[in-house]
T-cell receptor
């Protein structure tokens, strides 16, 4: 079992550009959540996907959007990148209504 | 509301016990978690406790929950150099289906 995998591991983008991050959940998991972790901070919840729909959303602007595919993998898209979007983006997966959320290694996004 | 607080830094000698503390504000949280993050890595789920429990022990880890004071602690017995990391406590948001609110983390440095 490969666990939760994220790609790419590192990414550098320019202000104003758009970025897509990808996540493959752990086998058997159908719920995917995305978190943003700024340097020196704890992760902040962005949104959660289940059955290919966004089910919950944290306090993030509409520039942050996502998608879940029939195989449960997910993408996080960020438009019009700002310097402040520089962070580690973490994907977590879990079976629905289960207590345990497992995290991937994250994608380190740097906006210059 | 979602507000988890943690102290920032702990230095401990190898072989000693270390205790990390956390306070949370949402008394209706159902589960409380401890995650470990090593440099450049994602989050590793260490343990979790259901809100109707006072204590949970898992090998070298002991979790204590004081629901009245909304206080959570993690004790690591016989601390090893591999325990050097940042430790995050997190609470599950009620009806949030594994949506987690994290503290800012506590860095533990183990001195050989």
């Amino acid at each position: 079992d490969a666990g939760v995998t994220q790609s790419p591991t590192h990414l550098i983008k320019t202000r104003g550009q758009q970025v897509t991050l990808r996540c493959s959940p752990k086998s058997g998991h159908d719920t995917v959540s995305w978190y943003q972790q700024a340097l020196g901070q704890g992760p902040q919840f962005i949104f959660q996907y289940y059955e290919e729909e966004e089910r919950q959303r944290g306090n993030f602007p509409d520039r942050f959007s996502g998608h879940q595919f029939p195989n449960y993998s997910s993408e996080l898209n960020v438009n019009a990148l700002l310097l402040g979007d520089s962070a580690l983006y973490l994907c977590a997966s879990s079976p629905r209504m289960n207590t345990e959320a497992f995290f991937g290694q994250g994608t380190r996004l740097t906006v210059v | 509301g979602e507000d988890v607080e943690q102290s920032l830094f702990l230095s401990v000698r190898e072989g000693d016990s270390s205790v990390i503390n956390c306070t949370y504000t949402d008394s209706s949280s159902t589960y409380l978690y401890w995650y470990k993050q090593e440099p450049g890595a994602g989050l590793q789920l260490l343990t979790y406790i259901f809100s109707n429990m006072d204590m949970k022990q898992d090998q070298r880890l002991t979790v204590l929950l004081n629901k009245k004071d909304k206080h959570l602690s993690l004790r690591i017995a016989d601390t090893q150099t591999g325990d050097s990391a940042i430790y995050f406590c997190a609470e599950s948001i009620p009806y949030g289906n594994n949506r987690l609110a994290f503290g800012k983390g506590n860095q533990v440095v183990v001195i050989p």
